[in-house]
């Protein structure tokens, strides 16, 4: 892959757009680093992975981007449904795949000597987590759909965890029971495509259990 270098840059994914397929570009620093539902992804200069590849298109692209990514990270790196990253069970990182034609850009943010509140940090070399990144997803890429779900699945936080699961203006709970031929997340039965998903703590209550009661009329 070539991979472009930069330091501050707007967005890795905006910049990798205008390039060919086997292009890496890899940022100091974003001011405008986004995530998956429009949500921000921000790092000090030079403490994290920032970086957009332009890869053919996968129907799986983002298991196989989750794959990868966690196999440069190390065998104590788990999986999130749809793209984080955990270690310990915090968020280490994250991945956007978007989609269009014959390509999809892969952008990967992963906290390396710092992280939000919360968050977990891999205390890794950039270069050299650069360096196992770029052959894993060439790997990953290259490899049959069934490869990459037995992989996935191998390295799920998600599954066998009851859940939380936003979709607009519906919200429901159960447990994440597999992963789907497309990639869909099944929960209590029902494939969830696109959505936030949230992990349950066993005795987490529902957001109708937290509403306080309402006084009754008397009788």
Do not use: Y
């Not at 196989?64 to 749809?82: D, F, I």
């Amino acid at each position: 892959m070539e991979i472009v270098r930069v330091g501050s840059v707007d967005s890795t994914q905006e910049l990798a757009r205008s390039h060919p397929i086997g292009t890496v570009v890899v940022a100091d620093h974003q001011q405008a680093g986004r995530g998956r539902l429009g949500r921000s992804w921000e790092a000090p200069p030079g403490t994290a992975l920032l970086a957009s590849c332009v890869m053919p298109f996968l129907a799986l692209a983002p298991l196989a981007a989750g794959v990868a990514a966690a196999e440069a990270c190390g065998p104590q790196v788990r999986l999130k449904w749809p793209n984080d990253l955990l270690l310990e069970g915090r968020k280490l990182g994250g991945i956007l795949v978007e989609a269009s034609g014959d390509r999809c850009l892969v952008g990967i943010g992963i906290n390396l000597s710092w992280a939000p509140p919360g968050a977990a940090r891999l205390e890794a070399d950039r270069e050299t987590l650069l360096a196992r990144l770029l052959p894993a997803l060439e790997r990953w890429w290259a490899l049959a759909p069934a490869e990459v779900l037995e992989a996935w699945r191998a390295r799920a936080d998600t599954l066998g965890r009851r859940v939380r699961v936003e979709l607009g203006g519906e919200t429901f709970e159960g447990l994440a029971e597999d992963i789907a031929e497309d990639g869909s997340l099944v929960v209590g039965g029902r494939r969830v495509a696109a959505g936030d998903v949230r992990h349950l703590r066993v005795a987490e209550p529902s957001p109708a259990a937290l509403e306080e009661p309402r006084p009754t009329s008397p009788e």
